[in-house]
């Protein structure tokens, strides 16, 4: 059986090579974990491009989200510990000086809550990632209820802050000396390595781009969500213990395993937050990890969905269950599955800002060769169908603001425009100024000499940044967000003097205003 299961493995490398080749992954590195047992490596590519090096088991990749499942059973260790409890709330443990802008929010978060997405807070990513990978706000800018999912990485970084405040340790001290020396995690740790696997944008040709190391790391901003950089052979160290701590939790309903760090896993595991069409009801986010029944559609928090009309149902014929999740930064992606009832699991890790999550369509694939789905999906095609539509995306947008735009109409003087636009809490600003070349105005998030983009008047007092694929990726920028990003709405006081401007930054709620410093007092 295990020969068999292991041919099923092997016969997926030319599928994993196309995968890679379509989507624009130059070097991809997984492992599976079956009964207990490291059942497959494999490694493909090139780790680093330029230098033709390919990755090993022990290359580092950064792993973006699935960092989320680490601080989620530290905050687990100080649970056990009773240092808090899961339904403490925020304000309790971070002191009464701790507020969101929501006083609602203020009175009712938990830490469950900001562990499972229940906050009900906006994405705002790009409040705090910039060109190039840069970090536009500060770790200290972290602290500023919903039913179903609303993905989002502050929860998971203001559950950092807990972290901090209660131990008096930094995330990533905490997390090293109560997680990834106890598992043995030797090359897995929240810094910038010389081991690390290059990060790349790919461009629409295929040719690679080489992108600066992103700087999301322990002691930064969203370090809590996104800070670790592990490799293949280590996160199936963390996996195998996982499924060892969760699985015996369950059999003797206590909240530890002995000679175990991993604590309280079956709670983490058993939160309920479920995910609207096309994923519920047969998944839910816990606090770190999706749940799934399988037959059932994957990838709820990867960027599939976003270019596919319908996501496969992966494990038709079987009635499994399922823990996954994905992560992404600029220039990585990367994919996890734990399956408990066989003491199974799949990594894959990648260095790559696609034009698909490359990660997660391998991880499906080999999920269901460890099944033995009978009639598995073709994950060929779908790379090839959310790759052309990727492609397809930013002339997209481009066509839909022409077919939008009011024509004949002229912008006021454009130093009318000029100032300093700050959000409501004065963190964040845009600063709108003239331009040479070419004449007439750019756009610098923060201020900064780094974050600079041209401005281009649409209609009325309605300017566009848009670019082109290319120049977005080139400059570390996630490619999926929704043309409503690319829109400065200014608006006018009655008197005509332009004092705010809108700014839909987050697909997932409305346009936030944006104050011009001189009418702040008028706010």
Same mark, same amino acid.
């Not at 606090?287 to 976003?306: D, E, K, R, Y």
């Given at each position: 059986?295990?020969?068999?299961?292991?041919?099923?493995?092997?016969?997926?490398?030319?599928?994993?090579?196309?995968?890679?080749?379509?989507?624009?992954?130059?070097?991809?590195?997984?492992?599976? %974990?079956?009964?207990?047992?490291?059942?497959?490596?494999?490694?493909?590519?090139?780790?680093?491009?330029?230098?033709?090096?390919?990755?090993?088991?022990?290359?580092?990749?950064?792993?973006?989200?699935?960092?989320?499942?680490?601080?989620?059973?530290?905050?687990?260790?100080?649970?056990?510990?009773?240092?808090?409890?899961?339904?403490?709330?925020?304000?309790?443990?971070?002191?009464?000086?701790?507020?969101?802008?929501?006083?609602?929010?203020?009175?009712?978060?938990?830490?469950?809550?900001?562990?499972?997405?229940?906050?009900?807070?906006?994405?705002?990513?790009?409040?705090?990632?910039?060109?190039?990978?840069?970090?536009? %706000?500060?770790?200290?800018?972290?602290?500023?209820?919903?039913?179903?999912?609303?993905?989002?990485?502050?929860?998971?970084?203001?559950?950092?802050?807990?972290?901090?405040?209660?131990?008096?340790?930094?995330?990533?001290?905490?997390?090293?000396?109560?997680?990834?020396?106890?598992?043995?995690?030797?090359?897995?740790?929240?810094?910038?390595?010389?081991?690390?696997?290059?990060?790349?944008?790919?461009?629409?040709?295929?040719?690679?781009?080489?992108?600066?190391?992103?700087?999301?790391?322990?002691?930064?901003?969203?370090?809590?969500?996104?800070?670790?950089?592990?490799?293949?052979?280590?996160?199936?160290?963390?996996?195998?213990?996982?499924?060892?701590?969760?699985?015996?939790?369950?059999?003797?309903?206590?909240?530890?395993?002995?000679?175990?760090?991993?604590?309280?896993?079956?709670?983490?595991?058993?939160?309920?937050?479920?995910?609207?069409?096309?994923?519920?009801?047969?998944?839910?986010?816990?606090?770190?990890?999706?749940?799934?029944?399988?037959?059932?559609?994957?990838?709820?928090?990867?960027?599939?969905?976003?270019?596919?009309?319908?996501?496969?149902?992966?494990?038709?014929?079987?009635?499994?269950?399922?823990?996954?999740?994905?992560?992404?930064?600029?220039?990585?992606?990367?994919?996890?599955?734990?399956?408990?009832?066989?003491?199974?699991?799949?990594?894959?890790?990648?260095?790559?800002?696609?034009?698909?999550?490359?990660?997660?369509?391998?991880?499906?694939?080999?999920?269901?060769?460890?099944?033995?789905?009978?009639?598995?999906?073709?994950?060929?095609?779908?790379?090839?169908?959310?790759?052309?539509?990727?492609?397809?995306?930013?002339?997209?947008?481009?066509?839909?603001?022409?077919?939008?735009?009011?024509?004949?109409?002229?912008?006021?003087?454009?130093?009318?425009?000029?100032?300093?636009?700050?959000?409501?809490?004065?963190?964040?600003?845009?600063?709108?100024?003239?331009?040479?070349?070419?004449?007439?105005?750019?756009?610098?998030?923060?201020?900064?000499?780094?974050?600079?983009?041209?401005?281009?008047?649409?209609?009325?007092?309605?300017?566009?940044?848009l670019m082109s694929r290319d120049?977005?990726?080139?400059?570390?920028?996630?490619?999926?967000?929704?043309?409503?990003?690319?829109?400065?709405?200014?608006?006018?006081?009655?008197?005509g003097e332009v004092g705010s401007?809108?700014?839909?930054?987050?697909?997932?709620?409305?346009?936030?205003?944006?104050?011009?410093?001189?009418?702040?007092?008028?706010?």
């Amino acid at each position: 059986m295990a020969a068999q299961t292991l041919q099923r493995l092997y016969d997926l490398r030319d599928t994993i090579n196309q995968i890679c080749t379509i989507s624009g992954t130059p070097g991809l590195s997984y492992g599976v %974990l079956h009964e207990g047992q490291i059942l497959q490596r494999a490694n493909f590519g090139y780790a680093d491009v330029e230098a033709q090096m390919p990755p090993t088991s022990d290359t580092r990749y950064a792993i973006g989200s699935l960092n989320k499942a680490f601080t989620a059973a530290a905050i687990g260790c100080l649970v056990e510990d009773g240092k808090m409890a899961w339904d403490s709330r925020a304000r309790d443990v971070m002191g009464e000086g701790f507020h969101f802008s929501d006083p609602d929010l203020t009175r009712k978060v938990s830490v469950a809550d900001m562990l499972s997405h229940r906050m009900g807070i906006q994405r705002s990513n790009q409040l705090w990632h910039g060109n190039d990978n840069m970090l536009l %706000l500060g770790k200290d800018d972290v602290v500023a209820h919903n039913t179903t999912v609303h993905y989002n990485n502050w929860g998971c970084a203001l559950a950092g802050e807990l972290i901090e405040k209660v131990s008096g340790e930094s995330w990533s001290s905490y997390i090293n000396k109560n997680l990834l020396v106890p598992l043995q995690m030797n090359n897995t740790d929240s810094t910038v390595g010389s081991m690390d696997a290059k990060p790349y944008a790919v461009l629409d040709h295929h040719s690679f781009h080489a992108l600066p190391p992103t700087k999301v790391q322990g002691g930064t901003i969203m370090d809590a969500s996104q800070g670790v950089r592990s490799t293949v052979n280590d996160m199936l160290k963390w996996c195998e213990a996982l499924i060892k701590a969760y699985t015996n939790e369950q059999e003797t309903r206590r909240t530890s395993t002995a000679e175990s760090p991993l604590k309280q896993i079956s709670k983490i595991m058993s939160g309920i937050t479920p995910f609207a069409e096309p994923f519920g009801p047969q998944s839910s986010y816990r606090m770190g990890w999706v749940h799934a029944q399988l037959p059932t559609i994957l990838g709820a928090v990867g960027c599939n969905p976003a270019f596919m009309k319908n996501m496969p149902v992966v494990g038709n014929g079987k009635d499994v269950d399922v823990f996954y999740h994905q992560g992404s930064m600029a220039g990585y992606t990367a994919s996890a599955f734990l399956i408990p009832s066989t003491r199974s699991a799949i990594v894959v890790l990648a260095n790559s800002l696609s034009m698909n999550d490359a990660a997660d369509w391998v991880g499906q694939a080999l999920l269901e060769a460890l099944l033995d789905v009978e009639e598995p999906n073709d994950y060929v095609e779908h790379a090839k169908d959310s790759a052309n539509a990727h492609l397809a995306k930013f002339p997209g947008m481009q066509k839909s603001f022409e077919a939008n735009r009011i024509q004949g109409t002229e912008p006021k003087q454009l130093d009318a425009y000029v100032g300093k636009y700050y959000n409501t809490i004065g963190d964040f600003h845009l600063d709108i100024a003239r331009s040479q070349q070419p004449e007439g105005l750019r756009l610098a998030f923060q201020g900064l000499a780094s974050q600079i983009w041209s401005l281009e008047h649409y209609h009325l007092d309605t300017f566009l940044w848009l670019m082109s694929r290319d120049e977005a990726v080139s400059r570390a920028r996630f490619p999926y967000s929704p043309e409503t990003l690319y829109k400065l709405d200014f608006q006018t006081s009655d008197q005509g003097e332009v004092g705010s401007l809108l700014w839909a930054h987050d697909a997932d709620g409305p346009p936030e205003r944006f104050y011009k410093a001189s009418l702040s007092a008028d706010r």
